[in-house]
């Protein structure tokens, strides 16, 4: 990073789910959820159900194009569409690699519609690396798996030589289960969250932390100081301004110590760079001269204004010059409209 100065490389969000770019203004359930559980059963799950390829496309544009617009060019995304398994993860790499963002695929591989389910993901995850698409094997997460599955899901990634993606004691419904898989990761692996995952637990791989997520489901504070591998930030769906979730991830920790400084998340965020090393060459000039932790914990409004990636102008004074961004946003919408009609 070159510090004080108004250019940076090209963030990185280390998780993210670009489906739920459509999920804004989605009709509320009948009974509200009170738990975390009950927000994947009756929100994210009846979502994920309804999605078709021309949905996922035009959310992964919007996910994309407002990622750009936050000066984030690289995205690790996570996704899961039941009933549109097949070549779903080329959809993503596609309009991403349209508005001209980088992305690494992952299918989150579950046992939640039955075994056929949880061997369509992993075909599909295989059918995507075997093609030379960017990504890793991906898992939903522990609980929702059964032993044969995980076991192939491993058997896969370290065939390919990649990670895996995976969610890992977000709630208390996968502590055991996910504290057990995480003892399985290797250096590669991404184990997202770990809210739950005990302390002092001797863990492989990066901790992804997501801490406007974890508030939002109220799943608890995951502590990621607790950790002795490395840490890097994610949005869990919730757009990719990497900036915003740096400012959230330092509030949280001062919540905790409020000697902390903000060295500690902007290390978070530089981790990214590790997981998507391409992201160091993107430049980035941003709306404010002093890009340095101290600056930005407090300042809020700070802009992407111009992106170069390869050489090539992505972002010109804050809108994407592939796409048109009104037109991306109300392709979207039509595609929320559609997505809603379908929820049962
Ligand atoms: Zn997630």
């Given at each position: 990073?070159?510090?004080?100065?108004?250019?940076?490389?090209g963030?990185v969000c280390?998780?993210?789910?670009?489906?739920?770019?459509?999920?804004?203004?989605?009709?509320?359930?009948?009974?509200?959820?009170?738990?975390?559980?009950?927000?994947?059963e009756?929100?994210w799950?009846r979502?994920d159900?309804?999605?078709?390829?021309?949905?996922?496309?035009?959310s992964?544009?919007?996910?994309a194009?407002?990622?750009?617009?936050?000066?984030?060019?690289a995205?690790i995304d996570?996704?899961?569409?039941?009933?549109?398994?097949?070549?779903?993860?080329?959809?993503?790499?596609?309009?991403?690699?349209?508005?001209?963002?980088?992305?690494?695929?992952?299918?989150?591989?579950?046992?939640?519609?039955?075994?056929?389910?949880?061997?369509?993901?992993?075909?599909?995850?295989?059918?995507?690396?075997?093609?030379?698409?960017?990504?890793?094997?991906?898992?939903?997460a522990?609980?929702t798996?059964?032993?044969?599955?995980?076991?192939?899901?491993?058997?896969?990634?370290?065939?390919?030589?990649?990670?895996?993606?995976?969610?890992?004691?977000?709630?208390?419904?996968?502590?055991?289960?996910?504290?057990?898989?995480?003892?399985?990761a290797?250096?590669?692996?991404?184990?997202?969250?770990?809210?739950y995952?005990?302390?002092?637990?001797?863990?492989?791989?990066?901790?992804?932390?997501?801490?406007r997520?974890?508030?939002?489901?109220a799943?608890?504070?995951?502590?990621?100081?607790?950790?002795k591998i490395?840490?890097?930030?994610?949005?869990?769906?919730?757009?990719?301004?990497?900036?915003?979730?740096?400012?959230?991830?330092?509030?949280?920790?001062?919540?905790?110590?409020?000697?902390?400084?903000?060295?500690?998340?902007?290390?978070?965020?530089e981790?990214?760079?590790?997981?998507?090393?391409?992201?160091?060459?993107?430049?980035?000039?941003?709306?404010?001269?002093t890009?340095?932790?101290?600056?930005?914990?407090?300042?809020?409004?700070?802009?992407?204004?111009d992106?170069?990636?390869?050489?090539?102008?992505?972002?010109?004074?804050?809108?994407?010059?592939?796409?048109?961004?009104?037109?991306?946003?109300?392709?979207?919408?039509?595609?929320?409209?559609?997505?809603?009609?379908?929820?049962?």
């Amino acid at each position: 990073m070159s510090e004080f100065s108004g250019v940076t490389p090209g963030l990185v969000c280390s998780h993210h789910h670009l489906y739920s770019a459509l999920a804004r203004g989605m009709p509320a359930p009948a009974e509200t959820p009170e738990r975390f559980l009950q927000i994947l059963e009756r929100v994210w799950w009846r979502l994920d159900a309804a999605l078709d390829l021309e949905m996922i496309e035009w959310s992964a544009k919007l996910g994309a194009v407002e990622a750009l617009m936050s000066g984030c060019t690289a995205i690790i995304d996570h996704h899961e569409s039941p009933n549109a398994i097949d070549g779903s993860l080329s959809v993503i790499a596609d309009a991403c690699s349209e508005v001209g963002v980088r992305v690494s695929c992952a299918y989150g591989v579950t046992d939640r519609h039955g075994p056929a389910g949880a061997t369509a993901g992993l075909a599909e995850n295989e059918r995507f690396l075997r093609d030379g698409g960017r990504g890793m094997v991906g898992l939903h997460a522990a609980f929702t798996c059964s032993e044969s599955t995980i076991e192939e899901a491993i058997g896969l990634a370290e065939d390919l030589e990649v990670g895996i993606h995976v969610h890992v004691a977000e709630g208390v419904v996968d502590s055991g289960a996910g504290a057990a898989l995480a003892r399985k990761a290797q250096s590669n692996w991404l184990l997202v969250h770990g809210v739950y995952l005990p302390d002092g637990i001797d863990l492989e791989g990066t901790l992804v932390h997501n801490p406007r997520s974890n508030m939002n489901n109220a799943v608890g504070y995951a502590e990621p100081t607790r950790f002795k591998i490395p840490v890097a930030l994610g949005t869990d769906g919730i757009g990719a301004d990497m900036l915003d979730e740096f400012r959230l991830a330092f509030v949280k920790l001062r919540e905790l110590d409020v000697t902390a400084g903000p060295e500690t998340p902007w290390k978070w965020l530089e981790a990214g760079w590790d997981l998507m090393p391409e992201a160091r060459d993107d430049v980035v000039s941003w709306n404010y001269p002093t890009m340095e932790p101290w600056h930005l914990a407090y300042t809020t409004g700070v802009r992407a204004g111009d992106i170069v990636i390869d050489g090539e102008p992505v972002l010109r004074d804050g809108l994407p010059t592939r796409v048109d961004v009104d037109e991306v946003r109300a392709k979207a919408l039509e595609q929320a409209k559609r997505l809603f009609a379908k929820l049962d």
